[in-house]
């Protein structure tokens, strides 16, 4: 599975939209980006996913660069329950191989 | 749906003590995963399975055992428990059709004195 790489942490107003940022420089061309969460002393939470194409669900949107390099992930109006770790996993979308990789993830605190 | 649950939520074992963390799902899930989060870190996965009897080793495999005798269940146990095993564990299952995504559950809060 590719690497990723995001901002250790991040500040945004309540209200504003949250934009986190993530470098998938090696992607491949099968590989979809996923983004969970895990709000403090949760389990990781599923957000969203996509391949090539921009996605948007109840949570929110995901933004994918043409050349798939990098992706945003977009809070359109945070809450202070958006605080969170936010982790960006490339992978494949297999049958056989369930693995994910998590890394490190962007701390992200919505301020009031 | 109650979806992943483990139990117990907390332990505090002495060190050499065995215990097993337990996980069910009943999503009918064919993949479930067991991951430890330590302090500052992002989450490592210890073994995962796709399917009832089968498992294989993750990142940190070492000192843990599983198995997967049916679908819903994915015990992890510690053999001899070492103070380098404190940590919080999850465990998550995912379906095998399409898109894979996990679901995890709350996680279980392990101290090894």
């Known amino acids: 599975d590719a690497k990723t790489t995001q901002p250790t942490s991040m500040d945004c107003a309540e209200g504003r939209a949250a934009n986190l940022p993530c470098n998938h420089s090696t992607i491949s061309g099968n590989e979809y980006v996923y983004w969970y969460r895990q709000i403090h002393s949760q389990g990781p939470q599923y957000i969203i996913h996509?391949?090539?194409n921009n996605e948007t669900n109840e949570m929110a949107s995901l933004i994918i660069t043409e050349d798939r390099k990098s992706s945003t992930l977009i809070l359109p109006h945070a809450t202070l329950r958006d605080t969170a770790v936010y982790y960006c996993i490339v992978r494949v979308s297999s049958n056989r191989d369930d693995k994910i990789i998590f890394g490190k993830g962007t701390r992200l605190h919505i301020l009031p | 749906n109650a979806g992943v649950t483990q139990t117990p939520k907390f332990q505090v074992l002495k060190t050499g003590q065995s215990m097993t963390l337990q996980c069910a799902q009943d999503m009918n899930h064919e993949y479930m995963s067991w991951y430890r989060q330590d302090p500052g870190m992002g989450l490592r996965l210890i073994h995962y399975?796709?399917?009832?009897?089968?498992?294989d080793q993750g990142e940190v495999p070492n000192g843990y055992n599983v198995s997967r005798s049916t679908t819903e269940d994915f015990p992890l146990r510690l053999l001899s428990a070492a103070p380098s095993q404190t940590s919080v564990y999850f465990c998550a299952s995912s379906p095998r059709t399409g898109q894979n995504i996990q679901y995890f559950g709350a996680g279980t809060r392990l101290s090894v004195l």
């Open positions: 996509g391949l090539k």
């Open positions: 399975s796709v399917g009832a009897g089968i498992t």
